[in-house]
């Protein structure tokens, strides 16, 4: 699945992709009809768009698109006498038109008893907990979740995994077959069945941000539409679970972490570090919002892995420049992170802290012992430590190395751009790259 290469397709496709998919999996039940059909339209608006014109509701279109393919596939299918195709067929009867409005009864997948029927409507929040059902593997989930909503491909998903584009595949199709040999409803749970799917929902909407965050690949480092979805969905969720403290630290790090987001690049689309960004391109209104979450999840004080990190985030966007950085608080708060949800990850930004700590030799020796070899950013903070260390040529090593592992276009210049300026670069200031 390769997002189109025309650009107004391309902008479609990254902003109703997901709402697409969700919508005919209801119509349908049927997750694979449901790409399949949402992707040909995709391919049919290449060919016919820049001819034709953008039509004037470009949504719509897929959508009503999409679910003619699926119909006509059905119809293929079930002359044939598939008895999954008849049966989706006869579930279409309920539907007056392709928004899925009932024409008589409920449709299948309507909130059970018990949910709040706010949420009923919101296609892409009951896709999210249909793919985080709990008869799948956790890691099946996220990564079926992040294929079907965010529209990623499955390669840049296996990065966001560091596991192979092969595995990532299996993990897929086994999500997919569960569901339909399981029979997963499609709908937001009941209250009580909330908390058994919120580890698995939370860590999707944060890796659609993160993805947003950093796109894993392309030429733009950054996909606003990924980070303003999650944040949305971030959103619906504390609506959904307002007692919930680590659905309000998951808003509030995304908060933080968006607020940021004008500084990280100028206006030619150059990556640039945290300790480098004009802070006053910072969203205040945003770091104010995410500011006042973190403090509600003190007030609770039953701390998780997404409120820890909302608060060092919150420490940063604390300092007024970065030399104002109260890196003994951060580091104190990456123990604390440590503790609840320890990790290779996790360590390799404890040691961005310890460097400003202790000193960029204490970093290394805990760098050189993280199992990371296939991340980018674990070779990058190395080159950094190296080069403040003197050791230039292990630098260029440690960027070439990471050069090799990221497939963003802005971080490959970027990276290329430090290797270029290694020389009179031994007392750069701090690992860059964090941003």
């Known amino acids: 699945m390769n997002p ?17 998919v969700a919508s005919l999996i209801r119509v349908f039940g049927d997750i694979d009809i449901a790409e399949d059909a949402v992707q040909d339209a995709f391919t049919t608006a290449v060919q016919r768009w820049p001819a034709e014109g953008i039509p004037p509701s470009p949504p719509g279109w897929i959508i009503t698109t999409a679910r003619n393919r699926a119909v006509d596939r059905l119809r293929r299918e079930a002359a044939r006498a598939d008895k999954y195709a008849q049966a989706a067929l006869l579930s279409l009867s309920t539907f007056a038109s392709e928004d899925g409005n009932p024409s008589s009864g409920s449709p299948p997948g309507d909130p059970s008893p018990g949910s709040p029927p706010a949420f009923g409507g919101d296609e892409r929040l009951r896709l999210i907990f249909t793919c985080c059902h709990p008869a799948l593997a956790m890691p099946n989930r996220i990564a079926l979740t992040l294929r079907l909503l965010g529209g990623l491909t499955t390669l840049e998903i296996a990065r966001a995994f560091l596991t192979s584009e092969s595995t990532m595949a299996q993990r897929i199709s086994r999500a997919k077959a569960k569901i339909r040999a399981a029979r997963i409803p499609y709908r937001v749970p009941r209250d009580a069945d909330l908390p058994e799917r919120l580890g698995a929902v939370l860590a ?22 990924l980070c303003a979805e999650a944040i949305r969905l971030g959103r619906v969720l504390v609506e959904l ?11 509030a790090l995304m908060l933080l972490t968006e607020a940021r ?20 391109r910072w969203d205040r209104e945003l770091i104010a919002e995410g500011h006042r979450l973190v ?29 104002d950085t109260d890196w003994d608080q951060i580091l104190r708060l990456y123990d604390q992170l440590a503790a609840v949800a320890p990790g290779p990850i996790v360590s390799l930004n404890r040691a961005v802290a310890v460097a400003e700590i202790d000193g960029p030799a204490a970093a290394l020796a805990l760098v050189d012992e993280l199992p990371l070899a296939d991340y980018h950013l674990y070779h990058a903070i190395r080159a950094d ?3 403040r260390l003197g050791r230039t040529a292990e630098a260029a090593s440690a960027f070439a190395d990471a050069l090799a592992r ?6 490959r210049d970027h990276l290329r751009r430090r290797s270029a300026d290694l020389t009179g670069t031994a007392n750069s200031p701090g690992p860059g790259a964090t941003c």
């Open 406 to 411: 990221t497939g963003n276009a802005a971080e």
């Open 295 to 323: 403090r509600e999840c003190l007030c609770r004080n039953h701390p998780g892995p997404y409120q820890i990190q909302a608060a060092i985030n919150a420490v940063h966007t604390d300092a007024a420049t970065a030399a």
């Open 241 to 251: 679970m307002p007692d919930e403290p680590e659905a309000v630290g998951l808003l």
């Open 204 to 225: 999707v909407v944060y890796l659609i941000f993160t993805e947003g965050h950093t796109a894993s690949s392309g030429t733009q480092l950054t996909r606003g539409d």
């Open 385 to 387: 430590l190296l080069i």
């Open 261 to 280: 987001r004008p500084a990280r690049h100028t206006a030619d689309g150059a990556l640039v570090p945290l300790a480098d960004q004009d802070r006053g």
């Open 4 to 20: 189109p290469v025309s650009p107004d397709v391309s902008a479609v496709f990254a902003e109703h992709y997901g709402r697409a």
